[in-house]
């Protein structure tokens, strides 16, 4: 009999949904329905069916009939589309947050038509991208109309406005929603963003993740300091909205929250780095041509040869080289911190419906593992789940952006003689992300890029005896402890492409 306890073939991913619970098994990512949930979510699965849902963005969804589960317990089995890769909002771009919120406002609006809609509409975690495209992924979120005034959970503990003495009990539901949910979630760090506040908005979606803390982004905090023409077009779209609902007009309700969203200016279309490829002459075709230099031709040969299916670009920018990966066949995971880049890249991926996930995200802070509130241990999905064992609410970078290859181009220098990090951290650190090969572009200290920014390199110039360790050699010597294999070309006098592969301890 298999033993369906062992971590490679069922592992629980923690969430909080009263009807049941998320795990994968032998590689496919099911959801077991709790004992007394299964009639309702059945009829909801026919529903979903006849309506054919999942072409409005619901992930794709089934029914599984498996004898080696049955022994757990549950009233069925449903599996749904697994995707390459795990996000969270605050990775997301200012563009993938806007596009996420209005694709559930969409999807909410149209979900109206056949009698249904979402009850945790807003909440970031309910949405994953398929490279640039938004799927709600949350399937027990979908609910009839008839049923919101039955969610115990959304009950009105005070009246928000005026407004809301005119609504309809099921208005008020509604409206509930939106205010503990789409506004903290979506809203209001999308004015954080159209304030400039980009950096502060990442790490407040961050440390308010639903169910890692009982904190929340509020409306004071969205508008602290911002412009009075910002905050009075706010309320005003606000009252709005709030009109609707005194009419029961859940539908204009939305279309002026959609009208809202889309007015704001979230995106950076500038940064001082956006037009880094431009400036140094290498915003090339991505066809191999004389026009090229070593660089662009080493990488080319070498995914050529590899052949990964997935690369993980570090410092990507606006993506030159995850663009050529993605051309030639390979699904990419793009990362850097500069917001403008990272939005540029998502931009053109999404026209040219490329394989690419930009991410805006800097490898000295990468998302480590965050456990859910400890609140939450006596929460009924604790208590009914089926599968035990401890798992984390976020899961560390690693562990969901993993890839064949890293790609790090002009990298190294700066996490060690910028950062101050030894070979061994920061190739660990690199090789983390790897499943089996890295390109890594070395750089030695007298290239002329280093020599003239001392701001860029501040350990070094700081002390530049202390990086005598610094060599092509030693870092040659650090990537054979964690690769077979390593290789290098040379690019010009002063850089070389290493070419690893064969990790250790994956044969």
Known sequence: MTKLNKPDLLQKILGFDPSGEIFIYKGRLLRGIFPGHGAIVQKLLEKYRRHKLWNLGIVKTDLVVDPELSHLGYDMVLEHEKFPFITYAHEWTPGMLKEAALFQINLNRQLLDFGMLLKDCGVSSNVLFKFTEPVFVDFLSLISTDDLTKEEWLKPASVRSPFQLSS??????????????????????????????????????????????????????????????????????????????????????????????????????????????????????????????????????????????????????????????AKMGCKVVAIDNDHACMDILYQRARNENLPILPLVMDLMEITPDVPAWSGFADDPHILNSRIKGETPLLLAAQKRLKCDLVLSLAM??????????????????LASFSEKYLLLEFVVKEDPLIVGEPDFFKAYFHNPHAFDWYTQQGCHQVLLRHYDKVEFVDLTGSRVLFVCSQKKGTA
Request: aromatic content about 14%; proline content about 3%.
């Open 168 to 325: 309809s009990e099921p208005s008020r539901y509604f409206n509930e929603i939106f205010y503990r949910m789409f506004y903290p979630c979506m809203l209001y760090p999308l004015y954080m963003m159209a304030q400039g506040r980009h950096d502060q908005a990442r790490k407040r979606l961050f440390k308010t993740a639903l169910n890692t803390t009982t904190d929340t982004i509020t409306e004071q905090e969205a508008f602290a300091g911002s412009h009075a023409s910002l905050t009075s077009y706010y309320r005003q779209a606000l009252t709005a909205r709030e009109q609707a609902l005194a009419k029961d007009d859940w539908h204009q309700f939305m279309d002026i929250l959609r009208q809202e969203i889309e007015s704001l200016p979230v995106t950076m279309e500038r940064s001082r780095y956006s037009d880094y490829y431009a400036l140094k002459g290498e915003d090339f075709e991505f066809t191999p041509s004389e026009a090229w230099k070593a660089k662009q031709h080493a990488v080319y040969r070498a995914l050529q040869s590899l052949h990964p299916d997935t690369v993980f670009d570090v410092g990507a920018n606006t993506g030159w080289y995850s663009i050529l990966a």
């Open 412 to 429: 190294i220098h700066h996490l060690t003689l910028g950062m101050g990090m030894d070979f061994e951290t920061a190739i660990g650190l």
